[in-house]
T-cell receptor, first 115, second 115 residues
Framework: EAGVTQFPSHSVIEKGQTVTLRCDPI?????LYWYRRVMGKEIKFLLH????????ESGMPNNRFLAERTGGTYSTLKVQPAELEDSGVYFC?????????????FGQGTRLTVV | LAKTTQPISMDSYEGQEVNITCSHN???????ITWYQQFPSQGPRFIIQ???TKVTNEVASLFIPADRKSSTLSLPRVSLSDTAVYYC????????????????FGTGTQLKVEL
C-alpha cells in the first residue's frame, strides 16, 4: 500500500512568487493534515480536512496560505505571495476516519526555500 | 493538550538499551501517550501508543506508571539506524487522529547512537 506522498520534495522560489504543494494521502483516509517546521523550530499544525471539509484551520498563519481538498482525495497548499519567513518543511499526514487510538501517517515533506 | 517535557538530546552506543522519559504532569483521563520517530529529511513515524502500564511492539516498549504523569520509551539494543528525533505526544486519541484533531509536537529528543 502506498504511503502519503508529497510533491515536490524541494522547491526554491523567489519572494513574491506563488508555490503550490501537493499531498496524496493514503487511499481511504478521510483525515488529512498539513504541518510545517520553519526556521528549525517545532513542527506546527496548520490545518485539518475531513474529506473535503476544513475541520480546523486554526494553524494557518495568514491569508497568503490557501488549502484545498476537492473531492476529498488529494490536497493542495498554495502560498501566494511567498515571503522569506515561509521557508521550511511542509508535512502532510493522513489517518482513517474512525475514532479510537490510531496513528497519523506522514509524508516525507516538501522543503520550501523562499529567496 | 497536555504539555510534555523530554530531554533535548541523548547519546548511546550500539547494542545498548535506551530509555527516553517524558513528563506530562497535566495528563487528562482520556489522554493516551504516543511516541513518534523522525529521521532527517523524513516525516514523523508512529512508534508506539499506550494508556497505562506497559505496551510492547516489535520496535519498542512503553512504560507508564500508575499516576501516568510520565512515560518511558524503551528501545532495546539500539543500532546506528535508530539515530533520530523522538517525540512524546499526549492527548485524546479521538481528537489526536482518528476522531480528527491536531498533533502537538514539542522539541523532541535527539538520540545519537555511535559505534
Amino acid at each position: 500500500e502506498a504511503g502519503v506522498t508529497q510533491f515536490p520534495s524541494h522547491s526554491v522560489i523567489e519572494k513574491g512568487q506563488t508555490v503550490t504543494l501537493r499531498c496524496d494521502p493514503i487511499s481511504g483516509h478521510d483525515n488529512l493534515y498539513w504541518y510545517r517546521r520553519v526556521m528549525g523550530k517545532e513542527i506546527k499544525f496548520l490545518l485539518h480536512f475531513v474529506k473535503e471539509s476544513k475541520q480546523d484551520e486554526s494553524g494557518m498563519p495568514n491569508n497568503r496560505f490557501l488549502a484545498e481538498r476537492t473531492g476529498g482525495t488529494y490536497s493542495t497548499l498554495k502560498v501566494q505571495p511567498a515571503e522569506l519567513e515561509d521557508s521550511g518543511v511542509y508535512f502532510c499526514a493522513s489517518s482513517p476516519r474512525w475514532g479510537g487510538p490510531t496513528e497519523a501517517f506522514f509524508g516525507q515533506g516538501t522543503r520550501l526555500t523562499v529567496v | 493538550l497536555a504539555k510534555t517535557t523530554q530531554p533535548i538530546s541523548m547519546d548511546s552506543y550500539e547494542g545498548q538499551e535506551v530509555n527516553i522519559t517524558c513528563s506530562h504532569n497535566n495528563i487528562a483521563t482520556n489522554d493516551y501517550i504516543t511516541w513518534y520517530q523522525q529521521f532527517p529529511s523524513q516525516g514523523p513515524r508512529f512508534i508506539i501508543q499506550g494508556y497505562k502500564t506497559k505496551v510492547t511492539n516489535e520496535v519498542a516498549s512503553l512504560f507508564i506508571p500508575a499516576d501516568r504523569k510520565s512515560s518511558t520509551l524503551s528501545l532495546p539494543r539500539v543500532s546506528l539506524s535508530d539515530t533520530a528525533v523522538y517525540y512524546c505526544l499526549v492527548g485524546d486519541p479521538a481528537r489526536l487522529t482518528g476522531g480528527g484533531n491536531k498533533l502537538t509536537f514539542g522539541t523532541g529528543t535527539q538520540l545519537k547512537v555511535e559505534l
